[in-house]
């Protein structure tokens, strides 16, 4: 860590840092970490006010005029000799007490030295953004008002139905005497500001403005206690037993629970959570994505009440403060806490921790490219419950072949359980292959073909839903010229531009990496054709041929463009739930972990572009995906139906997908990696560098393999490259990479982070990436 910061003067382990901070005389002088440079800068502060500070402290100084918030990395009580003689500045302030706990450092060290980063650089990025860097100086919030949401009546027998989540937030506030804080409602209960705005257009909510100094309402605050729990649903076998071997495995057990979509995962998730709060210990339940964190509230909001805390990059910058600060007050012995969030969430300072959970572990989202650390929150997490003893469950129908590799007799050390069958001894959906080439062949030429149109056709009047997975966002996937063949492209990326089109027929042209956008050109810009063809399609090109083709069928987006903002997945999704579509079209975002229960058919479109990828990982990728595609479908009363196009019938991952037996592909996939001493028979490590000049950027990486070169081979590892990365530009921004490649279990053969930076172009950015998803 930071020097000083683990200082003998630190509180031990398993006290309140705070607390025992205050019983120490107040240091002289702090020394503080300060966001100055590429990797932040330690200077002194003088303590005038004898402020009770301590290593781990957050403070505000001034840099440079600036009000900053730094890091205490040592507190001292005589003057360093080189700034004896200057005129220090003070310390303005103590923003918040022990907010790096001495248990806490061990995690952020160990993450640190396994990401090939420093400790500074891993404490910014896993710290609340806002805590550390310049920031602007705030008033005090004496004398401030807040506000206080108000039942005011119940709704008419004449009101239109409400949706679902506004139902919840006036049952929630009729358990809580009709009123509570605004503040209280998004940042500890979950709700969003536009769900109350909503109500109180109504007229079934009221706002009124009361002061700071007036007592927090019946209605209760972040702490209030966790409600009766509802009754708990009844178990199959199969849950049963992993319940039980669960709540006997003993601490720091890690464990792998191989369940097929629809198998109940979840309630044995929230079972040995309930476990472990009843034994005074925190739970983190984790999901790959934001759009799953909905689903999984609500499910962890119904068990144990509206006090659980959520944590994601959705949320605002003092939501996320708010959410740290309780789970440390839960250290403190406010009681155990229930966090749901994302990959972030990891490194979240609950204490005493019991279990973490990661829903759908092998998913590729766990993982962080960049900025740097460029950490994977499964192995995090392994190490988080190596360090404080506690469980950890990876729930998966489609389990990673590195998970499955380490649940092997001769490999691991991971228990699995399984849940073989679906809830109500329900079918798995039934899978139909749709040759398109044969299709094409009888004259059908259209971007839907007959088996699916004629599948949709009876979904309304049958009171049926169904999901369709397009590989692509947008309205086509680019623009080219008939005459000379050119593409259209990003004059800032090497990518193509997407089409897109509003509602009234205005197209225009958007870059999905750097989100440039520019207007249709009425001819080419190479031979100056007007013959422009725009080819493929992407979620809006397949929703408008839905609404052509098929009269009356109701149609909703689900991808990137339609979800964003606070609330953005859940409105999406509870419409659907609502009954106010009959068909949900999105990205891959949509095959992930969602309870659908009225969906009976599940559809991909183009299944080749997810086939064809040049990845090592793209047939175990793939076939992940259209299984978890498939569980969507069949979940409620009615059977299933999983139907896929494609122009590769014949394909191996579309041959296992049809047998349904995703354990026989892992072994193949295993034989065939192990023989080829690949991934994760084998180690790797990639290095990306970016800049804005193409020529820096290439001599910074041959500067940089160069120097790798010698002491990568002497240690068994092989380097490749350097060469340009598969997208050469992005933002400006000219990217190379250095792919090494060595010994499985074998540390990265690679000199300190500073020493590989001090190689390179002022101007050029460097990541490092352990063990890399993407290659």
């Known amino acids: 860590m930071p020097p000083g910061l683990a200082a003998a003067d630190t509180p031990a382990a398993g006290t309140d840092p705070a607390a025992a901070n205050a019983l120490l005389p107040p240091p002289e002088?702090?020394?503080?970490?300060?966001?100055a440079g590429r990797e932040g800068r330690v200077f002194t502060y003088s303590n005038p006010d004898g402020l009770p500070l301590a290593p781990g402290d957050l403070v505000r100084v001034r840099l440079q005029g600036r009000p900053h918030g730094g890091l205490v990395v040592a507190a001292l009580n005589h003057c360093p000799a080189n700034v004896a003689d200057k005129a220090l500045q003070p310390v303005l302030a103590a923003l918040e007490h022990a907010a790096v706990h001495p248990d806490w450092q061990r995690l952020i060290t160990e993450v640190a030295r396994q990401c090939h980063t420093s400790a500074f650089r891993t404490l910014r990025s896993v710290l609340p953004p806002g805590w550390l860097g310049?920031?602007?100086?705030?008033?005090?919030?004496?004398?401030?008002?807040?506000?206080l949401i108000q039942r005011t009546e119940q709704p008419r027998p004449d009101t239109p139905p409400l949706p679902r989540r506004q139902r919840q937030l006036l049952d929630h506030l009729d358990a809580r005497g009709g009123q509570r804080l605004l503040r209280d409602l998004i940042e500890a209960d979950g709700f969003g500001r536009g769900v109350v705005r909503n109500l109180e257009t109504r007229g079934l909510l009221r706002r009124q403005a009361i002061s700071r100094s007036t007592p927090p309402p019946d209605g209760g605050t972040a702490g209030t206690p966790l409600d009766p729990r509802p009754p708990e649903p009844g178990l199959t076998p199969a849950q049963a037993a992993a319940v039980s071997a669960l709540l006997a495995a003993p601490a720091g057990q890690e464990t792998l629970l191989w369940g097929v979509t629809g198998a109940g995962k979840t309630e044995v998730y929230l079972r040995v959570a309930a476990h472990h709060l009843d034994h005074g210990r925190c739970v983190l339940m984790l999901t790959p994505e934001i759009g799953l964190v909905p689903q999984l509230l609500d499910r962890a909001r119904q068990r144990f009440g509206p006090t659980i805390l959520e944590y994601h990059s959705g949320l605002t910058e003092r939501e996320r403060i708010a959410c740290w600060r309780a789970c440390r007050a839960a250290a403190r012995g406010d009681g155990p806490r229930v966090v749901v969030?994302?990959?972030?969430?990891?490194?979240?300072?609950?204490?005493?921790?019991?279990?973490?959970?990661?829903?759908?572990?092998?998913?590729?989202?766990?993982?962080?490219?960049?900025?740097?650390?460029?950490y994977h929150a499964r192995e995090v997490a392994r190490l988080r419950c190596r360090l404080e003893g506690s469980q950890l469950l990876l729930g998966s129908a489609t389990p990673s072949l590195e998970s499955w590799l380490r649940v092997q007799p001769a490999m691991g050390s991971m228990a699995l359980l399984t849940l073989p069958e679906r809830i109500g001894e329900r079918p798995l959906p039934a899978v139909r292959v749709v040759d398109m080439r044969q299709e094409l062949a009888e004259g059908h030429r259209r971007l839907l073909s007959r088996p699916l149109l004629d599948r949709l056709t009876v979904l309304r009047e049958r009171g049926e839903q169904a999901v369709v997975l397009v590989p692509r966002r947008g309205y086509r996937s680019f623009l080219s010229c008939r005459s000379c063949g050119t593409v259209v492209q990003c004059p800032h990326c090497d990518v193509a531009l997407t089409v897109h089109r509003r509602r009234g027929g205005e197209e225009w042209l958007r870059c999905h990496w750097c989100d440039h956008r520019q207007a249709l050109a009425s001819r080419c810009p190479q031979c100056g054709s007007s013959a422009f063809k725009p080819f493929g399609a992407g979620t809006q090109r397949v929703m408008e041929r839905l609404e052509e083709d098929l009269e009356g069928l109701r149609v909703l987006r689900f991808d990137a463009d339609t979800t964003r903002g606070r609330d953005g997945h859940r409105r999406v999704l509870d419409a659907f739930r609502d009954g106010q579509a009959d068909v949900l079209v999105g990205t891959q975002m949509l095959a992930k972990g969602m309870d659908l229960p009225s969906v009976t058919l599940a559809a991909v479109l183009a299944a080749d572009g997810l086939l064809h990828r040049p990845d090592l990982r793209a047939g175990e990728q793939c076939l992940q995906l259209l299984f978890q595609l498939a569980g969507r479908a069949g979940r409620g009363e009615r059977p299933g139906e999983v139907l896929v196009q494609t122009y590769s019938p014949d394909h191996p991952v579309i041959r296992h997908l049809v047998d349904g037996r995703y354990g026989r592909f892992l072994t193949e996939e295993a034989a065939l990696r192990r023989n080829a001493g690949l991934v994760p028979f084998s180690r790797a490590c990639l290095l990306r560098l970016a800049g804005p000049s193409a020529s820096a950027t290439a001599t910074s990486a041959t500067a940089l393999a160069e120097r790798l070169r010698s002491g990568g081979a002497a240690a068994g590892w092989f380097l490749i490259g350097p060469a340009p990365a598969p997208v050469a530009r992005v933002a400006g921004r000219s990217r190379w990479q250095i792919l090494l490649h060595g010994p499985a279990e074998s540390p990265l053969p690679l000199p300190p982070e500073e020493e590989l930076r001090r190689l390179l172009h002022r101007e050029v950015s460097l990541a490092i990436d352990p063990d890399p998803l993407q290659l």
């Not at 002088?29 to 966001?35: G, H, R, S």
């Not at 310049?134 to 807040?146: C, D, E, K, W």
């Not at 990661?358 to 962080?368: C, M, P």
């Open 134 to 147: 310049a920031r602007p100086a705030r008033g005090s919030a004496t004398g401030r008002q807040q506000l």
């Open 341 to 374: 969030g994302t990959r972030s969430a990891i490194f979240l300072p609950l204490a005493p921790l019991g279990l973490i959970v990661l829903d759908e572990e092998h998913d590729a989202s766990w993982k962080q490219e960049s900025p740097m650390p460029c």
């Open 29 to 35: 002088w702090v020394e503080v970490w300060l966001e």
